[in-house]
């Protein structure tokens, strides 16, 4: 995973130079393809959580979703339509864990972040994010 200080979401597609890029799939998971995983958002306290809980620590580049986000509690927007940015997003689910993370990590959190690991949007309308956006209502 990289670290980067904007991203460009396509709306109905995903996020420019993501492996998941409807039509442009060659991720791990490119076989089984979903429209409401656009783009993934990730809290940063899961973050803290898991090291103050479960004494795992685990870096904002390693939990493998798109976006981190601080204080936000993402599984209230389950459901609901919300900014990111100038982008608009809806929220379809929250991400599961994975035991493929734990491989690619060698750390065990699965466990821990169940009903931590994310939240699942769709891209609505597109447009450039940038580190410092903030999460408002639509």
Same mark, same amino acid.
């Given at each position: #995973? =990289?670290?980067?200080? =904007? /991203? ?26 979903? =429209?409401?995983? +656009?783009?993934?958002?990730? $809290?940063? $306290?899961? *973050? =803290?959580?898991? +090291? ?17 986000? +601080? ?12 900014? /990111?940015?100038?982008? /608009? *997003? $809806?929220?379809?689910? *929250? ?17 821990? #972040?169940?009903? %931590?690991?994310? /939240? ?15 999460? %408002? $209502?639509?």
């Amino acid at each position: #995973m =990289e670290s980067f200080q =904007e /991203l460009s979401l396509i709306a109905g597609k995903g996020i420019v130079g993501d492996r998941y890029l409807i039509g442009q799939e060659a991720g791990f998971y490119s076989h089984k393809p979903e =429209e409401g995983r +656009q783009i993934t958002l990730f $809290e940063i $306290e899961t *973050l =803290e959580a898991l +090291q103050r809980d479960a004494k795992i620590s685990l870096l904002p580049e390693e939990h493998r979703r798109n976006v981190t986000v +601080q204080g936000v509690p993402l599984n209230h927007l389950v459901g609901r339509k919300f900014w /990111l940015g100038d982008a /608009l *997003l $809806e929220a379809t689910r *929250l991400s599961t864990p994975c035991r493929h993370i734990e491989e690619i990590l060698d750390k065990a959190v699965f466990d821990p #972040m169940i009903n %931590r690991a994310g /939240l699942n949007c769709k891209i609505l309308r597109g447009g450039v994010i940038h580190v410092g956006d903030t999460v %408002r $209502e639509a």
